[in-house]
């Protein structure tokens, strides 16, 4: 459901993403795993249609993002990194106008906003401002926005990143359970989580795959059997590579 | 510009709601409301003298307010964009599906319908003008009109200048210096002194791009198509400096 095909962008001087290819099939849920800075977000960004690529293709179900970016943005939800919101807003406005950027209204909207506010625990806090609400909170408003349409494909920047262990595991049992009839890509810097939940993983280090595989096809290839010890073989930290 | 008129409407209207009620749930709408009336007020009673001229019109008012609308239609336009790129919302803008033209129409309008508003709630003036005597409303209407325009082409303005900063202050002044500009090159202090060494032809050319010309037939009740494509084409030229800027910026 999801093509990548030689993707590369490049920033002023910075090689972002380097001719990246993969593929994210119905019923998958691919981990995204790499170092602070690897090009994971840029890559999330280029599949959602958000930044243009400097060159490649990305297709979501079979349509180009490049040519038809709105009948693309309609079949993907998104939850960028940092889970932006506008905060002056109440949850349930916010809700409300998610839902009707996506076409939804009437029952259907209701209906909807529902079964997200339900899905992502918001009963609590609908009536209440944005700003005024917690991290956790704040990332569970900006998650159902991605699910409120439904999407056939989910892109989720590090879901679980802020939330306290029980909210983790929440938002953990959710992909995987969505995993099951959508095409899910996530990123995390939780090597637990890709075990708990990813189908596949995906280990990019400076804008380039080093590792794909199942997350026990990748524990295979460390000598310890850990997928820690495999990351750190491969991947290089942020403070090795400036000395570098 | 894909899609009919007909699938293009709701997402711009969706837009245009969030915006228009962003204004009201927080303090600035009425912050700017009551500063703009109170403002006028001053400038048209006092300033303009609005007593002593002696004639029943909204003179006082309409000539105040190219200067007046200098500092407050920036001031409501300022966030417009700034704030989607500090927030990170454009993010989540972006990734629905809207087509950027979509957005930037949608926030304009809801922008300028709540200057629109503003404008609307000095009715009291005309009333006083009306009691007191006996004006020409259609030449008060005309003027009404002239002032939208204004609003619209400042606005556009501080929409283009929004889009190229998370920081509001810097996209305010960019806009007043702007709208500064296009006051300017038509304020006859100025121009007056220009004709002194430059050939009339060319001063009177130069303020052809001034608001305060184009204004003016609309002071008089002269609704001229060329006043009106003047304010629309500056609307249609910032607008569209306004997605580009922000195209340039996705693309990094």
Redesign the interface.
């Known amino acids: 459901m999801i093509k990548v095909e030689n993707l590369s962008?490049s920033?002023?001087q910075k090689r972002a993403v380097d001719d990246i290819s993969f593929e994210v099939a119905k019923g998958e849920v691919l981990g995204f795993l790499g170092p602070n800075g690897a090009g994971k977000s840029t890559t999330m960004?280029m599949i959602?249609?958000?930044?243009?690529p400097s060159a490649g293709r990305v297709s979501v179900c079979g349509l180009d993002v490049q040519e038809n970016?709105?009948?693309v943005?309609?079949r993907?939800g998104?939850l960028?990194e940092?889970a932006?919101?506008?905060?002056?807003?109440s949850v349930l406005?916010f809700l409300k106008?998610?839902a009707?950027?996506?076409?939804l209204h009437g029952e259907d909207r209701r209906n909807a906003m529902r079964r997200v506010v339900e899905l992502c625990h918001l009963e609590s806090v609908l009536g209440q401002t944005i700003d005024t609400l917690s991290k956790g909170f704040r990332h569970r408003t900006?998650l159902a926005?991605a699910l409120i349409h439904d999407p056939e494909v989910l892109i989720l920047d590090e879901p679980t990143d802020g939330l306290d262990p029980n909210q983790k595991h929440e938002v953990r049992t959710l992909i995987r359970e969505m995993g099951e009839s959508k095409a899910i890509i996530f990123s995390t810097h939780i090597l637990e989580e890709v075990e708990a939940v990813c189908t596949r993983a995906i280990i990019i280090d400076r804008g380039r795959i080093v590792a794909n595989g199942t997350p026990q096809e990748l524990k295979a290839r460390s000598g310890s059997g850990t997928l820690e010890d495999f990351f750190r073989s491969i991947t290089r930290s942020d403070t090795v590579r400036e000395a570098a | 510009m894909s899609g009919g008129m007909k699938a293009s409407w709701p997402p711009i209207k969706t837009i245009a709601k969030r915006e228009l009620s962003a204004y009201f749930e927080s303090p600035v709408a009425y912050v700017f409301l009551v500063i703009f009336l109170l403002l006028s007020g001053f400038f048209t009673f006092t300033l303009g003298g609005f007593f002593e001229r002696g004639e029943a019109s909204l003179a006082a008012f309409f000539n105040w307010l190219p200067w007046l609308f200098l500092f407050l239609v920036p001031a409501a336009g300022m966030r417009l964009w700034s704030e989607e790129r500090r927030l990170g919302t454009i993010e989540l803008l972006f990734t629905m599906p809207v087509a950027p033209w979509q957005a930037i129409v949608g926030k304009f309008l809801a922008s300028w319908l709540f200057l629109v508003i503003a404008l609307a709630l000095s009715f009291p003036i005309v009333i006083t003008a009306n009691w007191l005597g006996d004006p020409d409303n259609g030449v008060i209407a005309s003027g009404y009109v002239g002032a939208a325009l204004l609003a619209g082409a400042y606005l556009a303005i501080a929409c283009m200048t929004s889009a190229f900063t998370r920081n509001q202050v810097v996209a305010f002044i960019l806009a007043v210096v702007l709208c500064l500009l296009l006051i300017l090159v038509g304020f006859s202090p100025l121009t007056d002194l220009l004709a002194r060494w430059a050939s009339p032809w060319l001063v009177e050319a130069v303020a052809k791009f001034s608001v305060l010309t184009h204004y003016d037939g609309f002071q008089k009740g002269v609704l001229d198509s060329r006043d009106l494509l003047y304010f629309i084409s500056v609307i249609a030229f910032a607008l569209f400096a306004t997605g580009v800027v922000i195209r340039n910026q996705r693309a990094g």
């Open positions: 962008k920033f002023a960004r959602t249609g958000f930044i243009p970016p709105i009948e943005k309609r993907i998104y960028p940092a932006p919101l506008y905060t002056d807003m406005a106008f998610s009707e950027m996506r076409g900006c926005q």
